[in-house]
Protein backbone atom coordinates (compact mmCIF):
# COMPACT_ATOMS: atom_id res chain seq x y z
CA UNK A 1 0.00 0.00 0.00
CA UNK A 2 1.46 3.88 -0.80
CA UNK A 3 2.80 5.59 2.42
CA UNK A 4 -0.76 7.92 1.81
CA UNK A 5 0.16 9.79 5.36
CA UNK A 6 3.26 11.40 3.64
CA UNK A 7 1.27 11.81 0.05
CA UNK A 8 -1.44 13.45 1.26
CA UNK A 9 -0.53 16.00 3.92
CA UNK A 10 -2.90 18.58 4.52
CA UNK A 11 -1.90 22.31 4.70
CA UNK A 12 -3.41 23.86 7.92
CA UNK A 13 -3.76 27.54 6.44
CA UNK A 14 -5.26 26.56 3.73
CA UNK A 15 -8.90 27.68 3.36
CA UNK A 16 -10.91 24.66 1.53
CA UNK A 17 -12.38 22.42 3.13
CA UNK A 18 -10.41 19.13 3.98
CA UNK A 19 -12.42 16.66 2.00
CA UNK A 20 -11.82 18.83 -0.97
CA UNK A 21 -8.10 18.76 -0.50
CA UNK A 22 -7.68 15.27 -0.19
CA UNK A 23 -9.94 14.95 -2.85
CA UNK A 24 -8.02 17.22 -5.09
CA UNK A 25 -4.96 15.57 -4.23
CA UNK A 26 -6.18 11.92 -4.72
CA UNK A 27 -6.54 13.42 -8.30
CA UNK A 28 -3.09 15.03 -8.70
CA UNK A 29 -1.92 11.45 -7.61
CA UNK A 30 -3.92 9.95 -10.71
CA UNK A 31 -2.31 12.33 -12.87
CA UNK A 32 1.20 11.29 -12.32
CA UNK A 33 0.54 7.59 -12.28
CA UNK A 34 1.48 7.07 -8.76
CA UNK A 35 -2.68 5.85 -8.51
CA UNK A 36 -3.03 3.48 -11.37
CA UNK A 37 -6.35 3.18 -12.66
CA UNK A 38 -7.99 -0.17 -10.87
CA UNK A 39 -6.47 0.33 -7.95
CA UNK A 40 -8.72 0.07 -4.84
CA UNK A 41 -7.74 3.22 -1.87
CA UNK A 42 -8.03 2.23 1.46
CA UNK A 43 -11.28 1.71 3.36
CA UNK A 44 -12.64 4.86 4.64
CA UNK A 45 -12.04 4.06 8.20
CA UNK A 46 -8.35 3.16 7.70
CA UNK A 47 -7.85 6.37 5.40
CA UNK A 48 -9.30 8.27 8.73
CA UNK A 49 -6.38 6.62 10.79
CA UNK A 50 -3.77 6.95 8.33
CA UNK A 51 -4.70 10.65 7.90
CA UNK A 52 -5.32 11.29 11.38
CA UNK A 53 -8.97 12.36 10.50
CA UNK A 54 -12.69 12.02 11.14
CA UNK A 55 -13.55 8.74 9.04
CA UNK A 56 -16.43 11.63 7.52
CA UNK A 57 -14.34 13.67 6.27
CA UNK A 58 -12.79 10.33 3.96
CA UNK A 59 -16.59 9.56 3.13
CA UNK A 60 -16.80 13.06 1.86
CA UNK A 61 -13.87 13.40 -0.06
CA UNK A 62 -14.08 9.69 -1.81
CA UNK A 63 -17.50 10.79 -2.72
CA UNK A 64 -15.99 14.01 -4.52
CA UNK A 65 -13.89 11.66 -5.90
CA UNK A 66 -16.66 9.67 -6.95
CA UNK A 67 -18.78 12.79 -8.51
CA UNK A 68 -15.92 13.59 -10.32
CA UNK A 69 -15.65 10.37 -12.18
CA UNK A 70 -12.14 9.71 -10.81
CA UNK A 71 -13.09 6.71 -8.59
CA UNK A 72 -16.21 4.44 -8.23
CA UNK A 73 -17.87 2.51 -5.55
CA UNK A 74 -17.55 -1.57 -5.58
CA UNK A 75 -20.51 -3.33 -4.41
CA UNK A 76 -18.45 -4.95 -0.92
CA UNK A 77 -14.70 -4.30 -2.20
CA UNK A 78 -14.31 -0.50 -1.45
CA UNK A 79 -13.21 2.34 -3.88
CA UNK A 80 -11.56 2.14 -7.01
CA UNK A 81 -10.07 4.22 -9.35
CA UNK A 82 -12.11 4.14 -12.77
CA UNK A 83 -9.87 1.14 -14.46
CA UNK A 84 -10.91 2.73 -18.03
CA UNK A 85 -8.26 5.86 -17.21
CA UNK A 86 -5.66 5.74 -19.32
CA UNK A 87 -2.48 4.95 -18.15
CA UNK A 88 -0.16 7.90 -16.69
CA UNK A 89 3.59 7.28 -18.08
CA UNK A 90 5.42 6.35 -14.93
CA UNK A 91 8.40 9.12 -14.25
CA UNK A 92 11.85 7.79 -15.94
CA UNK A 93 15.18 7.33 -14.04
CA UNK A 94 16.81 8.05 -16.93
CA UNK A 95 18.50 11.21 -16.48
CA UNK A 96 18.26 14.63 -18.35
CA UNK A 97 21.66 15.08 -18.95
CA UNK A 98 23.64 12.15 -19.85
CA UNK A 99 25.09 9.64 -17.32
CA UNK A 100 29.16 10.38 -17.10
CA UNK A 101 30.74 7.15 -18.21
CA UNK A 102 34.72 7.30 -17.40
CA UNK A 103 36.95 7.62 -19.98
CA UNK A 104 38.86 4.17 -19.17
CA UNK A 105 34.91 1.91 -19.26
CA UNK A 106 33.87 3.53 -22.38
CA UNK A 107 37.35 2.66 -24.03
CA UNK A 108 36.80 -0.65 -22.46
CA UNK A 109 33.39 -1.40 -24.17
CA UNK A 110 34.88 -1.55 -27.14
CA UNK A 111 36.87 -5.38 -26.46
CA UNK A 112 33.81 -7.34 -26.36
CA UNK A 113 35.73 -10.96 -25.88
CA UNK A 114 32.12 -12.31 -24.65
CA UNK A 115 29.04 -11.42 -26.43
CA UNK A 116 25.26 -12.39 -25.26
CA UNK A 117 23.54 -10.54 -27.88
CA UNK A 118 22.78 -13.59 -29.54
CA UNK A 119 21.18 -16.06 -27.17
CA UNK A 120 17.77 -15.53 -28.10
CA UNK A 121 15.35 -14.71 -24.84
CA UNK A 122 12.21 -16.07 -25.28
CA UNK A 123 8.64 -15.97 -23.37
CA UNK A 124 7.78 -19.50 -23.18
CA UNK A 125 9.81 -21.03 -20.11
CA UNK A 126 12.27 -22.93 -21.96
CA UNK A 127 12.15 -27.30 -21.22
CA UNK A 128 16.09 -27.58 -21.12
CA UNK A 129 18.56 -24.87 -19.89
CA UNK A 130 22.21 -25.85 -20.68
CA UNK A 131 24.15 -23.23 -18.27
CA UNK A 132 27.34 -22.27 -17.77
CA UNK A 133 28.75 -24.92 -15.69
CA UNK A 134 26.98 -24.79 -12.91
CA UNK A 135 26.30 -28.02 -10.43
CA UNK A 136 22.71 -29.79 -10.09
CA UNK A 137 20.71 -28.80 -7.58
CA UNK A 138 18.99 -32.14 -6.96
CA UNK A 139 22.57 -33.46 -5.61
CA UNK A 140 22.85 -30.60 -3.20
CA UNK A 141 22.91 -32.27 0.63
CA UNK A 142 19.51 -30.27 0.80
CA UNK A 143 18.05 -32.24 3.95
CA UNK A 144 21.58 -32.02 5.52
CA UNK A 145 22.08 -27.93 5.18
CA UNK A 146 18.18 -27.48 6.57
CA UNK A 147 19.17 -29.65 9.49
CA UNK A 148 21.62 -27.66 10.33
CA UNK A 149 20.57 -24.20 9.69
CA UNK A 150 17.64 -24.50 11.63
CA UNK A 151 19.66 -25.44 14.34
CA UNK A 152 21.34 -22.44 14.07
CA UNK A 153 17.81 -20.58 13.72
CA UNK A 154 16.64 -21.41 17.64
CA UNK A 155 16.10 -17.96 19.22
CA UNK A 156 18.91 -18.47 21.72
CA UNK A 157 21.65 -19.86 19.36
CA UNK A 158 20.94 -17.04 16.78
CA UNK A 159 21.03 -14.33 19.51
CA UNK A 160 23.83 -15.37 20.01
CA UNK A 161 25.14 -15.80 16.60
CA UNK A 162 23.93 -12.56 15.55
CA UNK A 163 25.32 -10.53 18.45
CA UNK A 164 29.19 -11.26 17.32
CA UNK A 165 30.84 -8.61 14.67
CA UNK A 166 31.79 -11.28 11.96
CA UNK A 167 32.97 -8.19 9.37
CA UNK A 168 35.47 -11.55 7.59
CA UNK A 169 32.56 -13.78 7.58
CA UNK A 170 31.73 -16.44 10.33
CA UNK A 171 34.29 -17.52 12.51
CA UNK A 172 33.36 -21.05 12.61
CA UNK A 173 33.55 -21.09 8.65
CA UNK A 174 36.46 -19.42 8.35
CA UNK A 175 38.45 -21.97 10.87
CA UNK A 176 36.96 -24.46 9.18
CA UNK A 177 37.45 -23.37 5.34
CA UNK A 178 41.14 -22.84 6.21
CA UNK A 179 41.42 -26.30 7.42
CA UNK A 180 39.00 -28.06 4.38
CA UNK A 181 41.72 -25.82 1.79
CA UNK A 182 44.87 -27.01 3.62
CA UNK A 183 43.78 -30.74 3.94
CA UNK A 184 42.41 -30.56 -0.27
CA UNK A 185 44.74 -27.93 -1.81
CA UNK A 186 47.96 -28.21 0.56
CA UNK A 187 47.57 -24.72 1.39
CA UNK A 188 48.89 -24.61 5.15
CA UNK A 189 46.81 -21.72 6.02
CA UNK A 190 45.30 -20.48 9.27
CA UNK A 191 42.11 -18.40 9.95
CA UNK A 192 42.98 -15.12 9.57
CA UNK A 193 44.17 -15.66 5.89
CA UNK A 194 40.66 -16.55 4.68
CA UNK A 195 38.03 -14.03 3.75
CA UNK A 196 34.27 -15.35 3.31
CA UNK A 197 32.65 -13.40 0.29
CA UNK A 198 29.19 -13.65 -1.32
CA UNK A 199 30.20 -15.88 -3.69
CA UNK A 200 33.63 -15.96 -5.77
CA UNK A 201 32.65 -12.41 -7.98
CA UNK A 202 32.64 -10.66 -4.92
CA UNK A 203 35.92 -11.77 -3.65
CA UNK A 204 37.78 -11.46 -7.48
CA UNK A 205 36.34 -7.38 -6.99
CA UNK A 206 37.43 -6.44 -3.21
CA UNK A 207 41.10 -8.01 -4.25
CA UNK A 208 41.09 -6.30 -7.11
CA UNK A 209 40.01 -3.15 -5.57
CA UNK A 210 42.93 -3.50 -3.52
CA UNK A 211 45.35 -3.86 -5.60
CA UNK A 212 44.65 -1.78 -9.13
CA UNK A 213 44.54 1.58 -9.86
CA UNK A 214 43.60 3.55 -12.95
CA UNK A 215 46.13 3.20 -15.48
CA UNK A 216 47.78 -0.26 -14.23
CA UNK A 217 48.89 -2.69 -16.92
CA UNK A 218 47.46 -6.06 -15.89
CA UNK A 219 47.32 -9.84 -17.82
CA UNK A 220 44.69 -12.00 -18.82
CA UNK A 221 44.26 -14.79 -20.72
CA UNK A 222 43.08 -14.63 -24.43
CA UNK A 223 40.30 -15.77 -24.41
CA UNK A 224 39.32 -15.00 -20.57
CA UNK A 225 36.39 -15.02 -18.09
CA UNK A 226 34.68 -11.91 -19.36
CA UNK A 227 32.84 -10.74 -16.70
CA UNK A 228 36.40 -10.61 -14.63
CA UNK A 229 37.41 -8.47 -17.89
CA UNK A 230 34.43 -6.38 -17.56
CA UNK A 231 35.82 -5.87 -14.02
CA UNK A 232 39.40 -4.91 -14.58
CA UNK A 233 38.62 -2.70 -17.35
CA UNK A 234 35.92 -0.59 -15.04
CA UNK A 235 38.69 -0.31 -12.70
CA UNK A 236 40.51 1.56 -15.00
CA UNK A 237 43.11 -1.17 -15.87
CA UNK A 238 45.11 -1.52 -19.36
CA UNK A 239 44.02 -4.99 -20.33
CA UNK A 240 46.83 -7.35 -22.09
CA UNK A 241 45.48 -10.66 -23.27
CA UNK A 242 48.10 -13.75 -23.40
CA UNK A 243 47.23 -16.79 -25.45
CA UNK A 244 46.32 -19.52 -24.15
CA UNK A 245 46.54 -23.44 -25.30
CA UNK A 246 46.11 -26.73 -24.90
CA UNK A 247 48.85 -26.80 -22.16
CA UNK A 248 47.11 -23.54 -20.62
CA UNK A 249 48.65 -19.61 -20.67
CA UNK A 250 51.59 -19.17 -23.40
CA UNK A 251 54.77 -19.00 -21.03
CA UNK A 252 56.65 -17.31 -23.66
CA UNK A 253 54.10 -14.54 -24.91
CA UNK A 254 53.73 -13.98 -21.15
CA UNK A 255 57.39 -13.42 -20.67
CA UNK A 256 57.49 -10.80 -23.57
CA UNK A 257 55.13 -8.95 -22.22
CA UNK A 258 56.71 -8.81 -18.39
CA UNK A 259 59.65 -7.74 -19.98
CA UNK A 260 57.98 -5.11 -21.99
CA UNK A 261 55.17 -3.96 -19.86
CA UNK A 262 55.26 -2.61 -16.03
CA UNK A 263 52.54 -5.39 -15.30
CA UNK A 264 50.97 -5.24 -11.79
CA UNK A 265 48.58 -7.87 -11.89
CA UNK A 266 48.09 -11.09 -13.44
CA UNK A 267 44.56 -12.74 -13.52
CA UNK A 268 44.40 -16.78 -14.22
CA UNK A 269 42.46 -19.44 -13.89
CA UNK A 270 45.26 -22.50 -13.96
CA UNK A 271 42.83 -25.45 -13.35
CA UNK A 272 40.01 -25.80 -15.79
CA UNK A 273 40.90 -22.76 -17.30
CA UNK A 274 37.21 -20.65 -18.37
CA UNK A 275 36.33 -20.58 -20.70
CA UNK A 276 38.75 -22.98 -22.26
CA UNK A 277 38.74 -25.87 -19.60
CA UNK A 278 42.34 -26.69 -20.15
CA UNK A 279 44.45 -27.52 -17.44
CA UNK A 280 47.80 -26.13 -17.41
CA UNK A 281 50.71 -28.29 -16.91
CA UNK A 282 53.16 -29.26 -14.46
CA UNK A 283 56.80 -27.62 -16.31
CA UNK A 284 54.25 -24.33 -17.38
CA UNK A 285 53.39 -23.69 -13.21
CA UNK A 286 57.28 -24.15 -12.52
CA UNK A 287 57.64 -21.63 -14.95
CA UNK A 288 54.87 -19.02 -13.90
CA UNK A 289 55.61 -19.39 -10.18
CA UNK A 290 59.29 -18.24 -11.19
CA UNK A 291 57.98 -15.12 -13.00
CA UNK A 292 56.03 -14.12 -10.41
CA UNK A 293 59.19 -14.51 -8.27
CA UNK A 294 61.62 -12.53 -10.57
CA UNK A 295 59.10 -9.85 -11.68
CA UNK A 296 57.06 -9.66 -8.05
CA UNK A 297 53.80 -9.71 -9.45
CA UNK A 298 50.66 -10.08 -8.25
CA UNK A 299 48.17 -12.75 -8.89
CA UNK A 300 44.60 -13.32 -8.65
CA UNK A 301 44.17 -17.25 -9.10
CA UNK A 302 40.48 -17.81 -9.44
CA UNK A 303 40.01 -21.79 -8.90
CA UNK A 304 36.57 -22.11 -8.91
CA UNK A 305 35.72 -25.81 -9.17
CA UNK A 306 39.01 -27.64 -8.11
CA UNK A 307 37.00 -30.44 -6.62
CA UNK A 308 35.76 -31.73 -10.12
CA UNK A 309 38.73 -33.36 -11.34
CA UNK A 310 38.69 -36.59 -13.12
CA UNK A 311 40.92 -37.98 -14.94
CA UNK A 312 43.45 -38.11 -11.92
CA UNK A 313 43.82 -36.60 -8.89
CA UNK A 314 43.31 -32.73 -9.04
CA UNK A 315 46.66 -30.51 -9.48
CA UNK A 316 47.46 -28.40 -6.45
CA UNK A 317 47.12 -24.71 -7.32
CA UNK A 318 49.85 -22.41 -7.65
CA UNK A 319 48.94 -20.72 -4.20
CA UNK A 320 49.99 -24.06 -2.42
CA UNK A 321 54.04 -23.55 -3.88
CA UNK A 322 56.26 -20.66 -2.35
CA UNK A 323 54.84 -17.59 -4.30
CA UNK A 324 56.14 -15.44 -1.14
CA UNK A 325 52.47 -13.89 -0.38
CA UNK A 326 51.94 -12.73 -4.06
CA UNK A 327 49.31 -14.79 -4.73
CA UNK A 328 45.45 -14.09 -4.03
CA UNK A 329 43.83 -17.37 -4.31
CA UNK A 330 40.02 -17.62 -4.74
CA UNK A 331 37.11 -20.21 -4.65
CA UNK A 332 33.16 -20.81 -3.68
CA UNK A 333 31.21 -23.05 -2.08
CA UNK A 334 28.93 -22.51 -4.80
CA UNK A 335 30.09 -24.97 -7.55
CA UNK A 336 30.51 -27.45 -5.04
CA UNK A 337 26.49 -27.41 -3.61
CA UNK A 338 24.27 -25.13 -6.20
CA UNK A 339 24.09 -21.87 -7.99
CA UNK A 340 21.79 -20.59 -5.08
CA UNK A 341 24.30 -20.84 -2.72
CA UNK A 342 26.12 -17.79 -2.78
CA UNK A 343 29.34 -18.56 -0.59
CA UNK A 344 32.89 -17.61 -1.74
CA UNK A 345 36.05 -16.93 -0.26
CA UNK A 346 39.81 -15.49 -0.74
CA UNK A 347 42.72 -16.75 0.83
CA UNK A 348 45.96 -13.96 1.41
CA UNK A 349 48.11 -12.86 4.25
CA UNK A 350 46.54 -11.87 7.21
CA UNK A 351 47.41 -8.04 6.10
CA UNK A 352 45.85 -8.17 2.96
CA UNK A 353 42.51 -10.24 4.20
CA UNK A 354 42.41 -7.17 7.09
CA UNK A 355 42.16 -4.90 4.28
CA UNK A 356 39.92 -6.80 2.27
CA UNK A 357 37.88 -6.85 5.55
CA UNK A 358 37.63 -3.42 5.78
CA UNK A 359 37.16 -2.87 1.55
CA UNK A 360 34.37 -5.12 1.77
CA UNK A 361 31.73 -3.35 4.50
CA UNK A 362 31.10 -0.66 1.83
CA UNK A 363 29.83 -3.64 -0.53
CA UNK A 364 28.20 -5.70 2.41
CA UNK A 365 28.04 -4.96 6.15
CA UNK A 366 27.45 -8.84 7.14
CA UNK A 367 27.25 -11.82 5.19
CA UNK A 368 24.73 -15.13 5.85
CA UNK A 369 25.61 -15.65 9.45
CA UNK A 370 23.40 -18.61 9.25
CA UNK A 371 23.96 -20.55 6.09
CA UNK A 372 28.21 -19.79 7.12
CA UNK A 373 27.24 -21.33 10.39
CA UNK A 374 25.82 -24.60 8.31
CA UNK A 375 28.29 -24.80 5.83
CA UNK A 376 31.00 -25.07 8.56
CA UNK A 377 29.35 -27.83 9.99
CA UNK A 378 28.82 -29.56 6.85
CA UNK A 379 32.50 -29.25 6.48
CA UNK A 380 33.06 -30.43 10.38
CA UNK A 381 30.78 -33.36 9.94
CA UNK A 382 32.58 -34.61 6.74
CA UNK A 383 28.75 -34.19 4.96
CA UNK A 384 30.59 -31.93 2.28
CA UNK A 385 33.66 -34.51 1.58
CA UNK A 386 31.07 -37.08 1.14
CA UNK A 387 28.54 -35.12 -1.29
CA UNK A 388 31.96 -33.91 -3.47
CA UNK A 389 32.37 -37.54 -3.63
CA UNK A 390 28.96 -38.58 -4.46
CA UNK A 391 28.20 -36.01 -7.11
CA UNK A 392 31.87 -36.15 -8.44
CA UNK A 393 31.11 -39.73 -9.75
CA UNK A 394 27.68 -38.78 -10.96
CA UNK A 395 29.25 -35.43 -12.97
CA UNK A 396 32.22 -38.13 -14.33
CA UNK A 397 29.63 -40.09 -15.73
CA UNK A 398 27.54 -36.83 -17.87
CA UNK A 399 30.99 -36.06 -18.86
CA UNK A 400 31.37 -39.43 -20.55
CA UNK A 401 28.63 -39.52 -21.94
CA UNK A 402 27.62 -35.93 -23.27
CA UNK A 403 31.27 -36.67 -24.85
CA UNK A 404 30.42 -39.89 -26.74
CA UNK A 405 27.40 -38.25 -27.79
CA UNK A 406 28.56 -35.22 -29.18
CA UNK A 407 31.81 -37.03 -30.66
CA UNK A 408 29.35 -39.73 -32.56
CA UNK A 409 26.35 -37.72 -33.48
CA UNK A 410 28.00 -34.75 -34.38
CA UNK A 411 31.19 -34.50 -35.56
CA UNK A 412 30.29 -32.17 -38.28
CA UNK A 413 29.67 -29.49 -36.27
CA UNK A 414 31.35 -29.01 -33.39
CA UNK A 415 34.78 -30.04 -32.06
CA UNK A 416 36.39 -30.09 -28.46
CA UNK A 417 38.87 -31.75 -26.14
CA UNK A 418 37.39 -33.39 -23.90
CA UNK A 419 38.37 -31.67 -20.52
CA UNK A 420 40.52 -33.16 -17.32
CA UNK A 421 37.53 -31.81 -14.93
CA UNK A 422 35.06 -29.44 -14.73
CA UNK A 423 31.14 -29.29 -15.33
CA UNK A 424 31.67 -28.04 -18.96
CA UNK A 425 32.59 -28.05 -22.27
CA UNK A 426 34.54 -25.77 -24.61
CA UNK A 427 32.41 -26.65 -28.07
CA UNK A 428 33.57 -25.28 -31.18
CA UNK A 429 30.94 -24.82 -33.63
CA UNK A 430 31.75 -25.52 -37.62
CA UNK A 431 31.65 -22.08 -39.65
CA UNK A 432 28.45 -23.55 -41.29
CA UNK A 433 26.87 -23.34 -38.17
CA UNK A 434 27.08 -19.78 -36.40
CA UNK A 435 25.62 -19.79 -32.96
CA UNK A 436 23.80 -16.51 -33.92
CA UNK A 437 22.20 -19.54 -35.92
CA UNK A 438 22.18 -22.16 -33.74
CA UNK A 439 21.03 -20.38 -30.86
CA UNK A 440 17.48 -18.89 -31.74
CA UNK A 441 17.10 -22.12 -33.89
CA UNK A 442 17.07 -24.57 -30.36
CA UNK A 443 15.15 -22.35 -28.41
CA UNK A 444 12.74 -22.78 -31.13
CA UNK A 445 12.75 -26.43 -29.35
CA UNK A 446 12.89 -25.16 -26.02
CA UNK A 447 16.12 -25.37 -25.47
CA UNK A 448 18.20 -22.55 -23.88
CA UNK A 449 21.71 -22.75 -24.17
CA UNK A 450 22.87 -19.38 -21.56
CA UNK A 451 26.61 -20.47 -21.36
CA UNK A 452 29.22 -17.78 -21.73
CA UNK A 453 29.22 -17.77 -25.69
CA UNK A 454 32.31 -16.31 -27.46
CA UNK A 455 32.29 -14.81 -30.79
CA UNK A 456 34.77 -11.91 -31.08
CA UNK A 457 38.02 -11.94 -29.42
CA UNK A 458 40.76 -9.17 -29.46
CA UNK A 459 43.11 -11.48 -31.46
CA UNK A 460 40.81 -13.71 -32.97
CA UNK A 461 37.08 -14.77 -34.19
CA UNK A 462 35.08 -17.46 -32.09
CA UNK A 463 32.60 -19.27 -32.74
CA UNK A 464 32.33 -20.99 -28.69
CA UNK A 465 30.35 -21.90 -26.09
CA UNK A 466 30.77 -22.68 -22.77
CA UNK A 467 28.23 -25.91 -22.29
CA UNK A 468 27.63 -26.96 -19.01
CA UNK A 469 26.57 -30.58 -18.83
CA UNK A 470 26.76 -31.03 -15.19
CA UNK A 471 23.27 -29.92 -13.97
CA UNK A 472 21.59 -32.45 -17.40
CA UNK A 473 20.19 -35.58 -17.04
CA UNK A 474 20.84 -37.98 -19.51
CA UNK A 475 17.38 -37.47 -21.79
CA UNK A 476 18.52 -33.47 -21.69
CA UNK A 477 21.65 -34.77 -23.41
CA UNK A 478 20.33 -36.67 -26.12
CA UNK A 479 17.46 -34.34 -27.32
CA UNK A 480 19.92 -31.29 -27.19
CA UNK A 481 22.09 -33.60 -29.26
CA UNK A 482 19.29 -34.87 -31.79
CA UNK A 483 17.68 -30.81 -31.57
CA UNK A 484 21.97 -29.66 -33.09
CA UNK A 485 21.86 -32.90 -35.57
CA UNK A 486 19.00 -31.52 -37.39
CA UNK A 487 20.03 -28.17 -37.75
CA UNK A 488 21.13 -27.57 -41.50
CA UNK A 489 24.38 -25.57 -42.47
CA UNK A 490 24.41 -22.20 -43.38
CA UNK A 491 25.38 -22.35 -47.33
Excluded at 223 to 243: H, T
Aim: aromatic share 8%; charged share 20%.
Amino acid sequence: MLPYHSLIVFDEKTNRPVYRFIANRLISLIQHGTLLPGTFLPGTREMAVLLKLHRNTIIKAYNELIAQGWAEAIDRKGIQIIAELPIVKPRSFNPVKNFPVSEHHRNGEREVNADHRFIPITEKKPDIVVNDGFPDPSLAPVEEILKEYRKYMKPNVLKELLAIKQMGGNQELRASTAKFLSESRGLNILPENVLITHGAQMAIYIAALLLIKPGDEIVVSEPSYFIADELFRNLGAKVNRVPVDQDGIDIAALTEVLRSKDIKLMYIIPHHHHPTTVTMTASRRITLLNLIRTYNLWVIEDDYDYDFHYQNSPILPLASADHQGQIIYIGSFTKILAPSFRVGYMVAGADFVSKAINTRRFIDLGGDTVMEAAISSLIESGELSRHIKRSKKVYQNRCELVCKLLTKELPHMVTFTKPQGGMALWLQFASAYPLSVVLPILAQHGIQMIGSAYYKGVNKNYNHIRFGFASLSEDEMRKIVSCLKDIAPKT
